[in-house]
């Protein structure tokens, strides 16, 4: 079981924005709107509070090293006990994550709404209080503290958090299970290291080592999708890149992910993202 965990792990990732910690006073009420696309986290450093879900029906105390994590980026509202005084104060630590597109879908859409790891004596938590020792060190410093240092230990917290869930989750599900096969895992370090390649499902169940069938039906299992729609997703993604980041000509986007023609490009682009090329690198980005 926990070579299987380390193997999803290993499939996962994950960039990480620090937002260096507030403190508030008693009483205090602040609430986060839903963002798709990013998961919000929330350290507690010192004191104590409340944290409501949107569609939860009861509130979650987070007390002093605690973290909890709302992967699919439900709105969220966090506040003091309703009989705190001025007295009482809170130092929270918060930013977001965003699971890159090479992190399987099956894992990041099993999330729950909610993860809360807990400090605490025993061997997990004495690990997550040494990575809250280190944050907590960093914000304190009398210097600027370092982003890019914050950054990367918020992303050591997401995975810890989402190793322990995966703990509980790889034991019932199937897909999972399929997902942390090592074949199947090849094949996908094979697709994302390029995923421009003229592949078919005959050259991705060579890779495999079984049947095309075979290999077909248990790539589904571990993805959701078919060899071939998952490869088209993963040149999708690289094009999104470029489009965001270079001014790079369609058609040339087009060949370098994979498309000898532009029109193909266009359609099975437009299938993907509901924009044309043009359309999606004029949008506006957040």
């Given at each position: 079981?926990?070579?299987?965990?380390?193997?999803?792990?290993?499939?996962i990732?994950?960039?990480?924005?620090?937002c260096?910690?507030?403190?508030?006073?008693?009483?205090?009420?602040?609430?986060?709107?839903?963002?798709?696309?990013?998961?919000?986290f929330?350290?507690?450093?010192?004191?104590?509070?409340?944290?409501?879900?949107?569609?939860?029906?009861?509130?979650?105390?987070?007390?002093?090293?605690?973290?909890?994590?709302?992967?699919?980026?439900?709105?969220?509202?966090?506040?003091?006990?309703?009989?705190?005084?001025?007295?009482?104060?809170?130092?929270?630590?918060?930013?977001?994550?965003?699971?890159?597109?090479?992190?399987?879908?099956?894992?990041?859409?099993?999330?729950?709404?909610?993860?809360?790891?807990?400090?605490?004596?025993?061997?997990?938590?004495?690990?997550?209080?040494?990575?809250?020792?280190?944050?907590?060190?960093?914000?304190?410093?009398?210097?600027?503290?370092?982003?890019?240092?914050?950054?990367?230990?918020?992303?050591?917290?997401c995975?810890?958090?989402?190793?322990?869930?995966?703990?509980?989750?790889?034991?019932?599900?199937?897909t999972?299970?399929?997902?942390?096969?090592p074949?199947?895992?090849?094949?996908?370090?094979?697709?994302?290291?390029?995923?421009?390649?003229?592949?078919?499902?005959?050259?991705?169940?060579?890779?495999?080592?079984q049947?095309?069938?075979?290999?077909?039906?248990?790539?589904?299992?571990?993805?959701?999708l078919?060899?071939?729609?998952y490869?088209?997703?993963?040149?999708?993604?690289?094009?999104?890149?470029?489009?965001?980041?270079?001014?790079?000509?369609?058609?040339?986007?087009?060949?370098?992910?994979?498309?000898?023609?532009?029109?193909a490009?266009?359609?099975?682009?437009?299938?993907?993202?509901?924009?044309?090329?043009?359309?999606?690198?004029?949008?506006?980005?957040?």
């Open positions: 079981m926990t070579d299987d965990i380390l193997k999803l792990l290993d499939l990732r994950v960039r990480g924005t620090a260096v910690g507030e403190t508030l006073t008693a009483p205090w009420y602040f609430c986060h709107p839903s963002s798709e696309g990013f998961a919000r929330h350290l507690v450093l010192s004191g104590q509070t409340w944290l409501q879900i949107d569609g939860m029906p009861e509130p979650s105390l987070l007390l002093a090293g605690d973290i909890v994590i709302i992967p699919n980026g439900k709105a969220h509202c966090y506040f003091s006990d309703e009989n705190a005084d001025g007295a009482m104060n809170a130092h929270l630590f918060c930013g977001y994550f965003q699971f890159t597109e090479n992190t399987p879908k099956a894992i990041t859409s099993r999330l729950p709404d909610m993860l809360i790891e807990r400090s605490g004596t025993d061997g997990r938590a004495h690990k997550l209080d040494l990575i809250f020792q280190l944050i907590n060190a960093e914000v304190s410093k009398t210097s600027a503290p370092q982003q890019s240092v914050l950054n990367r230990l918020t992303e050591i917290l995975l810890h958090t989402v190793h322990d869930w995966l703990q509980s989750a790889l034991s019932h599900d199937e999972l299970q399929a997902l942390a096969n074949r199947i895992k090849g094949v996908l370090e094979e697709i994302h290291s390029n995923p421009s390649a003229a592949w078919t499902v005959d050259s991705l169940a060579d890779i495999y080592g049947s095309r069938t075979a290999f077909a039906e248990r790539f589904k299992l571990a993805t959701g078919s060899p071939i729609h490869v088209r997703q993963c040149r999708m993604g690289q094009a999104c890149k470029m489009l965001e980041s270079t001014t790079l000509l369609v058609d040339e986007i087009a060949y370098k992910t994979g498309y000898a023609d532009a029109n490009f266009n359609r099975a682009f437009r299938r993907e993202t509901g924009a044309s090329p043009s359309a999606y690198r004029r949008a506006p980005r957040a």
